[in-house]
């Protein structure tokens, strides 16, 4: 059983430039949230899906959006690129069916902006 | 809304006993506890929800005090394999059950 996929593994942009990142959840699970986790520092909330749409989010920019597809994946999209913007970006999935279940984590895209 | 870990790190000999201890300024739904191993994705170890229904593993337990808004994490006859950073997570009351906050994370070294 396939866990949460997470693509690409690594990536380096440019200071101003826009990135997107991919995310398959468990089989199973119709929620997704992403959590963004600088070095050394827990994982910060950015938002989560559910039914397609943005059910909550964290203390991030609106540069930050995301989108949820039928299937349940998701993309986090990141506009504007800055420095601070570096970090491991995780996509945790989990389902909102009989709750509450612990999230099952990807192994993240490190992003690093230059 | 970030809950508040301690100790920080701890250094353990294999067989010894932790506690790492998660506080939270807020009225929490649940609770939960991570382990996340260096360049590894974080791994649920349990859930703790108000009302005291518990799950988890063995030799692994933990307590939650809805009262002081505090969750305890019990790590008994440690192994080498229990070495990482640990990450509680809370889900607060305010915000509801669909965000989950994570602590500053308490690094656990357990050496032969």
């Known amino acids: 059983d396939a866990g949460v996929t997470q693509s690409p593994t690594h990536l380096i942009k440019t200071r101003g430039q826009q990135v997107t990142l991919r995310c398959s959840p468990k089989?199973?699970?119709?929620?997704v949230s992403w959590y963004q986790q600088a070095l050394g520092q827990g994982p910060q909330f950015i938002f989560q899906y559910y039914e397609e749409e943005e059910r909550q989010r964290g203390n991030f920019p609106d540069r930050f959006s995301g989108h949820q597809f039928p299937n349940y994946s998701s993309e986090l999209n990141v506009n504007a690129l800055l420095l601070g913007d570096s970090a491991l970006y995780l996509c945790a999935s989990s389902s909102d069916q009989g709750r509450p279940y612990g999230y099952t984590f990807g192994s993240g895209t490190r992003l690093t902006v230059v | 809304q970030q809950p508040v870990q301690s100790p920080q790190a701890v250094i353990l000999r294999e067989g010894e006993d932790a506690v790492i201890n998660c506080s939270s300024s807020?009225?929490?739904?649940?609770v939960h506890w991570y382990r996340q191993k260096h360049g590894e994705a974080p791994v649920f170890l349990m859930i703790?929800?108000?009302?005291?229904e518990q799950k988890g593993h063995e030799k692994i337990s933990a307590s939650f005090n809805e009262k002081k808004q505090q969750s305890s994490l019990y790590l008994t006859a440690s192994q080498l394999s229990y070495s990482g950073t640990y990450f509680c997570?809370?889900?607060?009351?305010?915000?509801?059950?669909?965000?989950?906050?994570f602590g500053t994370g308490t690094r656990l070294t357990v050496i032969p």
């Open positions: 807020k009225a929490l739904y649940s």
């Open positions: 089989s199973g699970h119709d929620t």
């Open positions: 997570g809370t889900e607060d009351e305010l915000t509801g059950a669909n965000n989950l906050f």
């Open positions: 703790l929800l108000k009302g005291g």
